[in-house]
């Protein structure tokens, strides 16, 4: 057997079976800075900024603590909630970047053919098997080293959807990343549709 030694230290957040998380350090008043969250299909607020921060403000609105929060951490409060000291603030994935969706709409695979840019691996632990991407090349012919793995978010009429500022709703996958939804799936903004693995996580960890 292998035993792999796993040890992670992210600024102030604590390492708890797979999941960081935040908790407050102090009693008071929550302050959202740069606040970008949406509700995902779960109901929990999820932190599509990458420069946000919740402040611990104490009652003279001093500040008592910051903590900068990963995009994709589902945020536990929002800005004007009373905190006690060891509330959880937010928590992520750290073995996994989130690719989430900004907007709601329907699932579109795009290049994503079984066998040439996506695999089934089984989990060892679990027996349930995951889409993965996989590099095409080598594949064989040129039509199949042009695909291009992605997803993207359509409407009812099957329209991609353009967002403010950024254009379609297309999330360009790369290799290795993990599907979390599955093609014609309904989605909401902020909800997962894969996972890639950071540096060193094994599959199994995400």
Request: aromatic residues 4%.
């Amino acid at each position: 057997t292998q035993l792999t030694m796993r040890t992670f230290h992210i600024g102030g957040a604590a390492q708890v079976a797979g999941q960081s998380k935040v908790e407050a350090s102090y009693d008071g008043k929550i302050k959202i800075v740069n606040r970008n969250v949406v509700k995902n299909s779960e109901g929990e607020l999820v932190a599509m900024g990458r420069n946000m921060q919740i402040v611990i403000m104490d009652p003279k609105g001093q500040e008592r603590a910051a903590y900068r929060i990963t995009y994709g951490a589902r945020i536990k409060v929002d800005d004007g909630a009373t905190v006690k000291r060891g509330d959880r603030l937010a928590e992520w994935n750290p073995n996994a970047l989130p690719v989430l969706t900004e907007t709601d709409g329907i699932v579109k695979y795009e290049d994503l053919v079984s066998g040439l840019s996506l695999k089934e691996v089984a989990d060892e632990k679990t027996g349930v098997s995951n889409k993965v991407v996989m590099d095409s090349r080598g594949t064989g012919s040129k039509a199949q080293q042009e695909l291009r793995p992605s997803m993207v978010i359509v409407d009812k009429k099957g329209k991609t959807i353009s967002l403010p500022n950024v254009g379609d709703a297309r999330y360009a996958l790369s290799v290795d990343a993990m599907l979390s939804v599955e093609d014609g799936a309904e989605v909401r903004a902020g909800d997962l549709l894969a996972r890639l693995p950071t540096e060193g996580a094994k599959t199994r960890d995400i």
